[in-house]
């Protein structure tokens, strides 16, 4: 499975920012799909996660109702809709892709098999 981020961008506090992570390969072995962020000396942070069979969402406490998870019907892509951003989402983020059925381990980065390359996100006036 590859992923590939894209979508990172310099916003403004209070804007708006969507990401996106394309899946290929084997995506039909895709268990579930994350999005992890991570700044420099800090360990990565879950954000959010979706199951790929039901739809089924998780998001981490300080992102919910301020972030969106979603996938297309194809599910060949998962995408990220961030609103009322603030400096401290400033991050790289990344998509991951669990393979293992371990839907009640989605906020674990250990529980993932596969990780896009990044995307930075910078929100700063």
């Known amino acids: 499975v590859q992923l590939v981020e894209s979508g990172g961008d310099l916003v403004q506090p209070g804007g708006s920012l969507r990401l996106s992570c394309a899946a290929s390969?084997?995506?039909?072995?895709?268990?579930?799909m994350g999005w992890f962020r991570q700044t420099p000396g800090k360990e990565r942070e879950f954000v959010a996660a979706?199951?790929?069979?039901?739809?089924?969402?998780n998001y981490a406490n300080s992102v919910k109702g301020q972030f969106t998870i979603s996938r297309d019907n194809a599910r060949t892509t998962v995408d990220l809709q961030m609103n009322s951003l603030k400096p401290e989402d400033t991050a790289v983020y990344y998509c991951?892709?669990?393979?293992?059925?371990?839907?009640?381990?989605?906020?674990?980065?250990?529980?993932?098999?596969?990780w896009g390359q990044g995307t930075q996100v910078t929100v700063s006036s």
């Open positions: 979706l199951r790929w069979s039901d739809g089924n969402t």
């Open positions: 991951a892709a669990q393979i293992r059925s371990r839907w009640f381990l989605n906020y674990r980065p250990s529980a993932y098999d596969y």
């Open positions: 390969g084997s995506i039909f072995s895709i268990n579930a």
